[in-house]
Nanobody
Framework: VQLVESGGGLVHPGGSLRLSCVAS????????MAWYRQTPGKEREMVAG???????YYTDSFKGRFTISRDNAKNTMYLQMTNLTPDDTAMYLC???????????WGQGTQVTVSS
């Protein structure tokens, strides 16, 4: 399965973006998908994850501002990001696999830059 992220770009502080992660095959049988982000010099951190049945998980620091969702019919996972700050500047990557933090597939990432 290939994962391709899109939707990143330059946004002003306080702005919003919606990221998409499109899979090359059906995601119906993919139990867990997640969004991560990475900045130079820092470890990759999990933003949010979602199970096939729709149960979601958020790292505490992203609760309330970010919303993860998936559309199995479109083979796509989304990340709606609101009230963005410069600290949200990072490469955002999607991952998919059989369980929580058990990934078989990673995308290449989409860059998000928050700047005035």
């Amino acid at each position: 399965v290939q994962l391709v992220e899109s939707g990143g770009g330059l946004v002003h502080p306080g702005g919003s973006l919606r990221l998409s992660c499109v899979a090359s095959e059906t995601i119906t049988n993919i139990n867990f998908m997640a969004w991560y982000r990475q900045t130079p010099g820092k470890e990759r951190e999990m933003v949010a994850g979602i199970y096939g049945g729709g149960t979601t998980y958020y790292t505490d620091s992203f609760k309330g501002r970010f919303t993860i969702s998936r559309d199995n019919a479109k083979n796509t996972m989304y990340l709606q990001m609101t009230n963005l700050t410069p600290d949200d500047t990072a490469m955002y990557l999607c991952a998919a696999g059989g369980g929580f933090e058990e990934y078989n597939f990673w995308g290449q990432g989409t860059q998000v830059t928050v700047s005035s």
